[in-house]
């Protein structure tokens, strides 16, 4: 069965305060690693999308990563605006069928 | 481009009743999937449809169907409503399978 475990559950920075969050995965067949920004009320917005190990992709102040075993979302000098719950998802085997971490609450205090 | 647009955003329904949620992805995409979102178990998938064919469902009772149209729109149903099926349905659509998904802002259902 395919999991995923993200920590930490809750991370507390301060503006220009780098960090990392972790997750953690065991899947069947790997077809991409997901990583989704989800605001209170809303759907999740999609950040990246990583296919093997050793890839990285980056967008203004987030950096992904990708090893056999997890991923890492790298947050450099956050701002207020970066504040969300950041969501990791696996999908296997059987493609579309996407199984999701439980999120790290990210708030950044300016 | 349009994203995906789910309609209704809010729904406040009684035990017992039944209640239809729709869905029409980004123009160009064949892939509709759905997931139900809970405090307690956080997002979990429903059922995904593909050229109109189920390909893919989770791990939920019968109450709970869907299906895809010609044009790549969905719908998906709950029947007999439960207390417990108060939730933030999403969609999300993509070009097909193990393709990135796109999600709508999702459809925010009260049972009482």
């Known amino acids: 069965e395919d999991q995923v475990t993200q920590s930490p559950e809750a991370l507390r920075l301060q503006e220009g305060e780098s960090s990392s969050l972790n997750c953690s995965y065991t899947?069947?067949?790997?077809?991409?690693l997901f990583w989704y920004r989800q605001d209170p009320g809303k759907g999740p917005e999609f950040l990246f999308t990583l296919y093997s190990a050793g890839e990285e992709k980056e967008k203004e102040r987030l950096k992904a990563t990708l090893t056999k075993k997890e991923s890492f979302l790298h947050i450099t000098a956050p701002k207020p605006e970066d504040s969300a719950t950041y969501l990791c998802?696996?999908?296997?085997?059987?493609?579309?069928?996407?199984?999701f971490g439980a999120g790290t609450i990210l708030r950044v205090k300016s | 481009k349009a994203g995906v647009t789910q309609t209704p955003r809010y729904l406040i329904k009684t035990r017992g009743q039944q209640v239809t949620l729709s869905c029409s992805p980004i123009s160009g995409h064949r892939s509709v999937s759905w997931y139900q979102q809970t405090p307690g178990q956080g997002l979990q998938f429903l059922f995904e449809?593909?050229?109109?064919?189920?390909?893919n469902k989770g791990n939920f009772p019968g109450r709970f169907s869907g299906r895809q149209f010609s044009n790549s729109r969905s719908e998906m149903n709950v029947s007999t409503l439960e207390l417990g099926d108060s939730a933030l349905y999403l969609c999300a659509s993509s070009l097909g399978p193990g393709e990135t998904q796109y999600f709508g802002p999702g459809t925010r259902l009260l049972v009482l």
């Open positions: 449809y593909f050229s109109e064919t189920q390909r």
């Open positions: 998802a696996v999908d296997g085997e059987y493609g579309n069928k996407l199984v």
């Open positions: 899947v069947s067949g790997l077809r991409g």
